[in-house]
């Protein structure tokens, strides 16, 4: 099993350019989550997919932030434009099952946004 | 008042002693989870309880639902168990986690 697989690891970008993270989650899993983690806030809940249909996403700042789940194995996060604000960890995690099972997270992309 | 509140914030300790981190709440939850993260960032979910204790190598999670409250032990501390250790909890009104603030903990040799 090779985990949730996130990519890329470190995005490096310019304010106003757009910005897509991808996500690959555990072969089987039914829920799909982004967080966001800054040293502000914390680990912050963006939006959820169960069986690749976005559940919640209240989380999402504003509308420069969308997330697409297109198949079980695969899916986007997108800021556009970028903001300097923006810039966070970024994780996706994936679970069978939403409340009694385990989350198990992607190693996260650094997104820097100048 | 946070609804999560871990402590200690910061754990700084010999290798080899006997740590203890504890995760207490406000609210009424379905699950706890416990999660480390280590420098350079990545996050890993060492245990989901909702009742009783779970024991996985070093690691011993505990939680007591009545006095709403958890603890993660790790024995014979190593300085590769120096990480942050976050406490989450599932609601059972809805599907949000709330995570605790964290707890660094660092291990020296």
């Known amino acids: 099993d090779a985990g949730v697989i996130q990519s890329p690891r470190h995005e490096v970008t310019e304010m106003g350019q757009e910005v897509t993270l991808r996500c690959k989650p555990i072969?089987?899993?039914?829920?799909l989550f982004w967080y966001r983690q800054t040293m502000m806030r914390g680990l912050e809940l963006l939006i959820y997919?169960?069986?690749?249909?976005?559940?919640?996403d209240s989380g999402m700042p504003e509308d420069r932030f969308s997330a697409k789940m297109p198949n079980a194995s695969f899916s986007t996060l997108k800021i556009q434009p970028s903001e300097p604000r923006d810039s966070a960890v970024y994780f996706c995690?994936?679970?069978?099952?939403?409340?009694?099972?385990?989350?198990?997270f992607g190693n996260g992309t650094r997104l820097t946004v100048t | 008042k946070n609804e999560v509140e871990q402590s200690p914030q910061n754990l700084t300790a010999q290798e080899g002693e006997f740590i203890t981190i504890n995760c207490s709440y406000s609210?009424?939850?379905?699950?706890l989870h416990w999660l480390q993260q280590h420098p350079g960032g990545g996050i890993v979910s060492l245990f989901m309880?909702?009742?009783?204790?779970k024991k996985h190598g070093r690691l011993i999670a505990t939680i007591n639902i009545q006095e709403k409250h958890s603890s993660l032990h790790i024995t014979a501390s190593h300085p590769r168990d120096s990480a942050v250790y976050i406490c989450?909890?599932?609601?059972?009104?809805?599907?949000?986690?709330?995570w605790g603030a964290g707890t660094k903990l660092i291990i020296k040799p």
């Open positions: 997919f169960n069986n690749n249909v976005p559940i919640d």
């Open positions: 989450a909890v599932s609601l059972h009104s809805n599907y949000q986690l709330i």
């Open positions: 609210v009424g939850i379905s699950a």
């Open positions: 309880l909702s009742s009783g204790k």
């Open positions: 072969s089987g899993h039914d829920y």
């Open positions: 995690a994936s679970s069978s099952l939403f409340f009694n099972s385990p989350l198990h």
